[in-house]
């Protein structure tokens, strides 16, 4: 009895497995199923990520009498500037486990943690909307910003307040229209130049293109223009009823037209027309600008939950550009010619996703 007993309750457990190409629709079936499941789940960014970064990737699945149980998305980032690291994942907001069971949860975080320790990585960092690992350090530095959309134009409206709204009229009133553009060339343009005024280097534009050949419709990009002239664009991807402004920037000229404000409120049109009814702003650093700029939209912050698994490190990475010892370079940075950053931004941005 015992022996028939033992069987049984092997036969109930997970196990975990590289995810191999004749999975990836069981396990895309599985993210978009779960209530928990993100645009950045799928199967589809372990392509993205090898061919744009060159980044290895381990992506795990967990199976449970032979269905999907759960799937955690990994990639390695190895630099000599910013270490080694496994992710979940990077380039991504949201990241992490996602699994049916509290089993097939545990075996990935097992495996996961091996895998760390077998590559010999600094740390492996899970981002998730919420706590997983309440044993591992966190970061708090990020939030995102969630919420519905009407089904009634003019109610989406209503809801930005008063001062923001008049910047969406003003950019209708200067007869702003968008277009939907099938190559990322005017976006990477205006998106590139917004970064190298933040003082951030840019990933190549090769990227851009990869993302729209992976999720085919599920990632489009908007470009408003006045009159003849593009003042700014957005890469946005869609997921189930969410939609979700990504990439985004404008030009010098946007500002007096209000054109990014008329780009987000366009997307939100657009989405709304699609039958999307959430509206996902996406991540912004505490204290910041983007952060600022969500908020007189009439939406919330919620916490980020950056986990970290250290394993060489003895504490959580800071990479961000609020920490003061990139102050120096970023002043820089907002120095040099458009066309320089576009060339040198790329071998060093595939490492700070």
Not at 16 to 27: K, Q
Not at 123 to 129: A, V
Request: overall charge positive.
């Amino acid at each position: 009895m015992s022996l028939s007993t033992g069987a049984s309750s092997r036969a109930h457990e997970p196990e975990v497995l590289p995810l191999t190409r004749d999975l990836e629709g069981a396990w895309d079936a599985f993210v978009r199923a779960h209530p928990d499941g993100t645009f950045f789940h799928l199967a589809g960014w372990r392509a993205v990520l090898e061919r744009a970064f060159g980044h290895r990737t381990h992506f795990l699945v967990a199976r449970t009498n032979g269905a999907v149980s759960g799937v955690l998305p990994l990639a390695e980032v190895k630099s000599f500037l910013f270490g080694h690291s496994l992710v979940s994942t990077p380039f991504c907001v949201y990241g992490g486990i996602v699994a049916a069971d509290e089993a097939s949860k545990a075996a990935l975080e097992a495996r996961a943690c091996t895998l760390a320790r077998e590559l010999g990585v600094d740390y492996l960092e899970m981002r998730g909307r919420r706590r997983q690992h309440p044993d591992w350090p966190v970061k708090d530095l990020y939030v995102t910003f969630r919420k519905a959309i009407s089904a009634d134009s003019e109610a989406n409206m209503l809801a930005i307040p008063r001062k923001q709204r008049a910047m969406v009229r003003k950019g209708i009133q200067k007869g702003l229209r968008a277009e939907i553009d099938a190559t990322p060339d005017r976006h990477y343009a205006m998106y590139s130049e917004s970064l190298r005024n933040l003082g951030t280097p840019v990933f190549a534009k090769r990227y851009l293109a990869i993302l729209q050949d992976v999720f085919g419709h599920d990632c489009e990009i908007l470009t408003v223009m006045h009159e003849a002239t593009p003042v700014a664009s957005v890469l946005s991807f869609y997921f189930r009823d969410e939609v979700l402004p990504y990439y985004g920037g404008g030009t010098t000229a946007a500002r007096s037209v209000s054109g990014n404000d008329f780009m987000y409120w366009s997307v939100m049109e657009r989405a709304r027309e699609g039958g999307h009814r959430l509206f996902d702003y996406g991540r912004s650093k505490r204290g910041t600008g983007s952060y600022d700029f969500k908020t007189y939209w009439g939406f919330e912050p919620e916490p980020l939950f950056y986990e970290y698994y250290l394993v060489k490190r003895r504490e959580m990475p800071n990479l961000s550009p609020t920490n003061p010892k990139y102050e120096a370079m970023i002043r820089l940075w907002r120095k040099l010619p458009l066309a320089l950053t576009q060339r040198i931004g790329p071998p060093v941005a595939k490492y700070l996703g």
